[in-house]
């Protein structure tokens, strides 16, 4: 089994390695102890396990092979460390929570790689500790590895010790406005990134830059376009919503907006970036029944006319498409991002978007809370979410995304569609001190794949296939 799972993922045609984002390498940069991929997937321990180290090397815990030579020199020549973690104390040594500099002083081991020189060598910022650093959102990664904030580059100074981030090829392609263009820049298109959310906020929250892949939804009634629900962007032509959202509407009745930060239909100037999209075509799930079937399967893809031409500001949020990492992010407490214009704790709807931080809740404990007729709704293809504090989503947040930052790239992933709440007693708004239900993205990935490639197959463009971003050794 091992042999096989390795020989997938190696590119038979041109014997390289393929990184699970989509790179590919040369194959003996696999398994060398170094992180190549910028996902980390050539250092995987399921890949590298199998190795066989020649006598001069030494085999790290998860399989690479190094050099003997760099055992206990003070740089990280695994991946994970291993070639640091048996070196012993000695009267002349540092603490384990320390750093040895070249120059024989220590320093806590969290200052090593953070773009300021501690040591009076320089040697904490060395290329050769820094190269392999797996920098976190919402940051920038220095030419020799250490990582700095975002907002710090281009501003004059700098930040990094190797002045990488005030490069000339960096920074010329900010405009006067100080927001990244790409007018120049020919690439694949992303998916999952954006410098929007800086953890951590209980409260919902007014933002003025949403997610790149947020949308909302407007429904034509009565001679007006009325603001209905949320949706997310998966692709050049799909967004995702709550099959709810859509039930019994035709599609030339409905248009989506990305970038839009106000509830109203037109576009004031305060939304420089909203662009709106006609929807060609509701396409809900073969086994939704509405309330008839419980709400189960309560997903809806939305294509639409023309295609979204990908910007910063426009971004589609990743999807799992392997599962990789729906355990880590549906794990109890683990936190998603959710947005949203809908009913405040005023009980009026938010006239701005807005945006909170919701903790995952296990089944057991969301059945245990809610009430005996709600239950039926909590099921395998189902998780719960929320505070049950006052804070969450609510009337009009239907079908918005629920997504997960992924450790170890800066990319989010979507995992839950706000799908339902309990209601007050004599009342028809939600009650925010229960928890929300969301349908689980990952079990109907590959509905979305068969659909998308349909859907695809019908447009003038290239597609290349969003891969699965691989979480960081």
Known sequence: MQII?????????????????????????????????????????????????????????????????????????????????????????????????????????????????????????????????????????????SCIHLNSTCNGFNDCIDGSDEALDLCSHKNENGFWSRDILKCEPECGRTNTISPLIVKSMETKAPFPWHATMYVHKNGNYTFWCGATLISEALFVTAAHCTYKLSADVIKLYLGKTKKTFDVTSEEPEATVYQVKRVIEHPLYLDQNGNYASDIALLEITEEVQFSENRLPVCIDWELDDITEHLSENNLGVVMGMGVTENDTFSESLRFAWLPVIPNEKCIDKHKVDFKKYVTVTSFCAGWANGTGVCNGDSGGGLAFPIKGVQRWCLEGIVSLSPRRQTSSFCDPNEYTIFTKVGMYVKWIEHVMEEVHATHNFTRKKYEPILKGN
């Open 5 to 145: 799972l390795i020989l997938l993922i190696f590119d038979v045609v041109t014997c390289k390695f393929v990184c699970k984002s989509g790179d590919d390498l040369e194959v003996s940069k696999v398994c060398n102890g170094k992180a190549d991929c910028l996902d980390g997937s050539d250092e995987r321990k399921e890949l590298c396990t199998m190795s066989l180290c020649d006598i001069k090397e030494f085999k790290c815990f998860y399989g690479a092979c190094i050099s003997r030579h760099l055992l206990c020199n003070g740089a990280k020549d695994c991946v994970d460390g291993s070639d640091e973690s048996q070196c012993g104390l000695s009267s002349t040594s540092c603490e384990k929570n320390q750093f040895r500099c070249d120059s024989g002083e220590c320093i806590n081991s969290t200052s090593i790689c953070d773009g300021i020189k501690n040591c009076i060598d320089t040697s904490d910022e060395s290329p050769k500790i820094c190269e392999h650093e797996l920098c976190p959102a919402n940051t920038f990664r220095c030419r020799y590895g």
